[in-house]
């Protein structure tokens, strides 16, 4: 074991390892540290203890010594709507350390990181970046969808149906009996949510082997796959190769063209951010958003189209996505992979399903336009993120509707206080003001269930689950605690979308702003004590990733 116990000084580690059963042969051999995210409050990390068994024996095999450790998670769904989704994004951060903590501690030789539920895959990843020793992902699957009354469903059937049930077409008897049925069982959330786009962004980064993370949790052949994962990370320690060969502009490039062509979430932006932060590479909101713009989307998978993970697993997985996106020549190769294949081995190696309807190529695109838009203007001068959802360019103005907070603006959409044409402003949500930048999944589901997805805007300050759809802007920066513009809006002011010109703007003049201005005084600080309150010392803008150093 490299650095801990195999100097002759070192020998009250070694009794310890002893004590663990070690022996010292087991002492010899690399140590490869297996990360694992399970926590036994979320059905998303619930298989990672089993996993982690697997990526050991995998490691055994090829000749080296496993140690698994753990670390926490944050489950969204359970959270979302709720003060405890402020801990959401702040556990990226925690984690991250966490695993750095451990990987720096224990001096692992190489590292394996097995991760499911949205924050746990850029933390990971942002760890791996600092660590810089030979290290493996596995993204441990996607829930199977639910069947109910006929149909395929998921968590986003779920949160639309409080819409749903608002406006009459659906009673709670209804809501409770989905409830039922929509999550079958392990799992992340079952269709292109951010779990599932941030799994893609580890294949594409270079940093998972295409192939493992497709897999359904529950599949048995998922447990293969784990071992498999443990055998490539002896490689990558025999053959010296670390996360800083990996992780690259070039494979930051074919992940953001992932997350665009598979209709991806926007926390993908700022998660993207993050890890090109670690990695000491220079990406701005802006470029992630020119890209994207430039890529149709490819994968029919919802929330921007009719299927799910498992549908995209049967049609042939990632592998797929990637010989598709090969062939239009969207990919960069000259990157390494961590399982030593190239691209073109990939595409090689991808079975596409015959009659599978998922995938389609970038010729015939699912949506001509693309998953995502940054836009600029006077209500977002850092920068914000439109969910565009394959939509075409368009240009839609209405007067504000404003909310100070996730809660007061559900229960106004939920007393039928929004009409079509509105432009609902919830601020003070943001990374430092929620603080947290809590996901408005409650307030896009009660929108969309009430059928107003595609007529009414929403702008914020906090962050949207993968899951929502419909006319959302998130990421707005500055936010609001931090004396942005969008502190300054009031009741009835006039907001512009222009998505042709990738502009926000307030249509306010200055002198009125200004005055707003000089009268703005920051509200009382959100928390006073703990973590979210050192949370809000550190935390930059989402315009660069909320990260907190
Ligand atoms: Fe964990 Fe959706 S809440 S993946």
């Given amino acids: 074991?490299?650095?801990?116990?195999?100097?002759?000084?070192?020998?009250?580690?070694?009794?310890?390892?002893?004590?663990?059963?070690?022996?010292?042969?087991?002492?010899?051999?690399?140590?490869?540290?297996?990360?694992?995210?399970?926590?036994?409050?979320?059905?998303?990390?619930?298989?990672?203890?089993?996993?982690?068994?697997?990526?050991?024996?995998?490691?055994?095999?090829?000749?080296?010594?496993?140690?698994?450790?753990?670390?926490?998670?944050?489950?969204?769904?359970?959270?979302?709507?709720?003060?405890?989704?402020?801990?959401?994004?702040?556990?990226?951060?925690?984690?991250?350390?966490?695993?750095?903590?451990?990987?720096?501690?224990?001096?692992?030789?190489?590292?394996?990181?097995?991760?499911?539920?949205?924050?746990?895959?850029?933390?990971?990843?942002?760890?791996?970046?600092?660590?810089?020793?030979?290290?493996?992902?596995?993204?441990?699957?996607?829930?199977?969808?639910?069947?109910?009354?006929?149909?395929?469903?998921?968590?986003?059937?779920?949160?639309?149906?409080?819409?749903?049930?608002?406006?009459?077409?659906?009673?709670?008897?209804?809501?409770?009996?989905?409830?039922?049925?929509?999550?079958?069982?392990?799992?992340?959330?079952?269709?292109?949510?951010?779990?599932?786009?941030?799994g893609s962004v580890a294949d594409f980064i270079g940093l998972a082997p295409f192939g493992a993370g497709d897999i359904p949790a529950v599949a048995e052949e998922k447990n293969a796959a784990a071992e498999r994962v443990g055998e490539i990370a002896m490689r990558a320690v025999r053959e010296g190769v670390r996360p800083s060969d990996l992780l690259t502009a070039d494979a930051l490039h074919n992940a953001i063209v992932a997350v665009a062509a598979m209709g991806g979430s926007t926390n993908a932006v700022l998660h993207l951010l993050a890890i090109a932060r670690e990695a000491g590479l220079d990406l701005r909101i802006d470029e992630i958003g020119a890209l994207c713009r430039q890529v149709s989307i490819v994968a029919g998978l919802k929330p921007s189209g009719p299927h799910t993970a498992a549908d995209l697993w049967r049609a042939g997985g990632t592998s797929l996505v990637a010989k598709r996106l090969l062939e239009a020549g969207l990919l960069r190769e000259d990157v390494t992979l961590v399982d030593g294949r190239t691209y073109r081995q990939v595409a090689d190696d991808a079975v596409e399903t015959e009659g599978q309807q998922v995938v389609t190529s970038v010729a015939e695109p699912v949506k001509p336009a693309g998953a995502l838009a940054v836009l600029r203007g006077s209500l977002a001068p850092d920068g914000c993120v439109l969910k565009l959802g394959g939509r075409p360019d368009f240009r839609r103005e209405g007067p504000a509707?404003?909310?100070?907070?996730?809660?007061?603006?559900?229960?106004?959409?939920?007393?039928?206080?929004?009409?079509?044409?509105?432009?609902?402003?919830?601020?003070?949500?943001?990374?430092?003001?929620?603080?947290?930048?809590?996901?408005?999944?409650?307030?896009?589901?009660?929108?969309?269930?009430?059928?107003?997805?595609?007529?009414?805007?929403?702008?914020?300050?906090?962050?949207?689950?993968?899951?929502?759809?419909?006319?959302v802007i998130g990421h707005v920066a500055p936010e609001a605690y931090r004396g942005g513009p969008i502190a300054l809006v009031e009741n009835g002011d006039r907001v512009a979308v222009d998505t042709a010109a990738n502009t926000l703007d307030l249509l306010v003049d200055d002198d009125v702003l200004d005055a707003r201005r000089a009268a703005w005084k920051r509200p009382d600080r959100p928390v006073e004590r703990g973590v979210l309150a050192k949370y809000v010392a550190t935390v930059g803008s989402a315009s660069d990733g909320a990260v907190t150093v």
């Avoid at 009673?171 to 999550?183: E, F, G, I, S, T």
């Fill in 1 to 198: 074991m490299s650095g801990i116990a195999d100097d002759p000084d070192r020998a009250p580690a070694r009794s310890h390892l002893y004590a663990m059963g070690l022996s010292d042969d087991d002492m010899r051999r690399p140590v490869i540290g297996i990360a694992s995210t399970w926590t036994g409050t979320m059905p998303c990390n619930l298989t990672h203890r089993e996993l982690a068994g697997h990526v050991a024996e995998g490691v055994r095999r090829a000749g080296g010594t496993p140690m698994e450790f753990n670390t926490i998670a944050v489950s969204d769904n359970l959270t979302m709507g709720t003060p405890g989704m402020r801990a959401s994004l702040v556990s990226r951060e925690v984690i991250a350390d966490s695993v750095e903590l451990m990987g720096r501690a224990h001096q692992f030789d190489g590292i394996v990181a097995i991760v499911g539920c949205d924050k746990t895959v850029p933390a990971a990843i942002m760890a791996l970046a600092r660590l810089d020793i030979p290290a493996v992902v596995l993204y441990s699957g996607s829930m199977m969808p639910g069947r109910w009354r006929g149909r395929d469903v998921t968590i986003q059937d779920m949160w639309e149906s409080l819409g749903e049930r608002a406006v009459g077409r659906m009673d709670q008897a209804d809501v409770d009996d989905l409830a039922r049925h929509a999550c079958p069982g392990a799992g992340t959330c079952a269709a292109q949510y951010t779990a599932n786009t941030m």
């Fill in 401 to 471: 509707r404003v909310y100070d907070s996730e809660e007061d603006c559900f229960a106004a959409i939920q007393s039928g206080e929004i009409s079509p044409g509105d432009v609902v402003v919830v601020r003070y949500e943001g990374p430092a003001g929620g603080p947290g930048m809590r996901e408005m999944l409650s307030i896009t589901g009660a929108l969309v269930g009430q059928g107003l997805g595609d007529s009414v805007a929403l702008v914020t300050d906090g962050r949207f689950s993968g899951v929502s759809h419909g006319l």
